[in-house]
């Protein structure tokens, strides 16, 4: 049998008299798949063992969110129980996990699911069962496509947008530059891959050159070797953080000083850059749409003080300098919202209407000129980026905030 881990945080439920808050009208329990008087029950998937299991702390970090949302009374009188298990990165795991949460759990809703391998292998049924599978935590194109996956959602720009600005900007900088591309081989490292031949189109043939790693290599150091010897002007790292940052150590290493961009899931200097060593990053490239509580750029920027502020308070064993906490909040900050515009209809119809009419959105974790904006034909939540480089102690943020869909 499956080992499953598996966490809830449901606090101060509500007594009947919240049912109603003024101005709300709330659903009938009968309509609302896991939305009762008291409580809306959301569900995810996450790792919480296996090769990634680092980034499992952001199902941590808006388990310790929705206990502060209870505390403050919840949405619409109704507090948030939050319902999580682990899939080890293991797509056939997911599966399980997610039939659970949805056939026995009765979750309203999806919320923040992991991995781009995961998320491929239940997105069918999910769709099919009309259950909203909202801002998930991927980097990839399709996750957009609101044709194919209408009750899905993904959150951050895709990797083929990102892409896509790195090598715009390396050809502004070296027009007949080379480029090389590590990735993941997977539909994240593959959207890199695709945005490159989006800028490069017929010369991608001639002036780019690939290697790909899988999330279980122990090291991509092979790979880095064999991309150095195409002798590229350009080195773009599409992956997870785990093989950014040996991507950074092996370049370094290797004296080998390429333009070098990162991806920006992987661009923490809490998680990446200073356990690498600044000194091996400097000049390293990457992309932004959030604070990073570790850059002394934003020491006295309210809203990473009001971030710091929960973390004490609510997620105390939580690292506040580690960005995936901050991305967490930041998503589940979100979320609230779209809950809040439900005003009290919580069936899964109007949860997905509600996703889907986020208009200029601001959340005081993104950079300046960032927002969020969704439509029923716009699944891309953010489409805004922009770059920045190692320079001293962190991040420097240089030219114009990009708007991806006019690329």
Same mark, same amino acid.
């Given at each position: 049998?499956?080992?499953?881990n ?13 049912a ?5 009208? *709330? ?8 939305? &009762? ?7 995810? #998937? &996450? ?16 388990e310790?969110?929705?206990?502060m949302?209870? =505390? ?84 951050? @720009?895709?990797?083929? #947008? ?53 999330? #279980?290599? @122990? ?36 004296g080998?000083? *390429? ?12 998680? #990446? ?53 901050l ?11 779209v809950? =809040? ?22 959340? @005081? &974790? ?9 439509? @029923? ?20 943020r240089?030219? =114009? ?7």
């Amino acid at each position: 049998m499956v080992s499953i881990n598996r966490r809830t945080w449901l606090t101060g439920a509500a007594g009947a008299g919240l049912a109603a808050v003024a101005g709300l009208k *709330p659903s009938l329990a009968e309509d609302t798949p896991g939305v &009762t008087a008291t409580e809306i029950r959301i569900g995810s #998937t &996450t790792s919480l063992s296996g090769p990634v299991s680092a980034l499992g702390v952001q199902a941590r970090c808006q388990e310790a969110y929705f206990k502060m949302l209870n =505390e403050q009374g919840g949405i619409a009188g109704r507090q948030i129980k939050y319902i999580y298990y682990d899939d080890a990165f293991n797509p056939a795991k997911t599966v399980e996990q997610v039939r659970r949460l949805i056939e026995s759990d009765n979750v309203a809703f999806l919320f923040n699911m992991l991995g781009t391998a995961p998320n491929s292998a239940v997105v069918k049924y999910i769709n099919a069962a009309k259950v909203p599978h909202l801002f998930l935590s991927v980097n990839g194109d399709k996750w957009g496509d609101y044709k194919s996956y209408p009750w899905t959602m993904g959150f951050a @720009p895709s990797a083929r #947008t990102e892409a896509q600005v790195f090598v715009r900007y390396a050809l502004s900088q070296h027009k007949d530059a080379k480029i090389a591309v590590l990735y993941q081989n997977d539909d994240l490292g593959k959207d890199f891959v695709a945005g490159a031949k989006d800028v490069l189109g017929e010369r991608f043939a001639t002036s780019a050159v690939v290697a790909s790693h899988e999330v #279980t290599d @122990p090291t991509i150091d092979s790979q880095i070797v064999a991309l150095r010897g195409a002798n590229p002007d350009v080195l773009i790292s599409g992956t997870t953080a785990k093989f950014c940052a040996q991507s950074i150590r092996k370049i370094y290493e290797l004296g080998w000083k *390429p333009m070098h961009f990162i991806a920006s899931g992987a661009a923490s200097l809490s998680s #990446t850059i200073i356990p690498v060593g600044l000194d091996k990053a400097q000049g390293t490239i990457s992309s932004a749409y959030i604070k990073d509580v570790a850059d002394p750029a934003w020491a006295n920027d309210q809203g990473v003080k009001d971030f710091l502020a929960f973390m004490e308070k609510y997620f105390p064993d939580g690292n506040p300098k580690e960005g995936y906490n901050l991305y967490a909040y930041m998503v589940a900050n979100v979320l609230k919202i779209v809950l =809040e515009q439900c005003k009290g209809n919580f069936t899964r119809d109007n949860i997905m209407a509600q996703a889907n009419n986020l208009k200029d959105v601001y959340v @005081p &974790t993104l950079l300046p000129g960032i927002k969020v904006n969704t439509s @029923p034909t716009n699944h891309h939540p953010l489409q805004q980026l922009q770059l920045q480089r190692i320079e001293g102690p962190g991040w420097l943020r240089f030219g =114009e905030v990009i708007e991806g869909a006019n690329l």
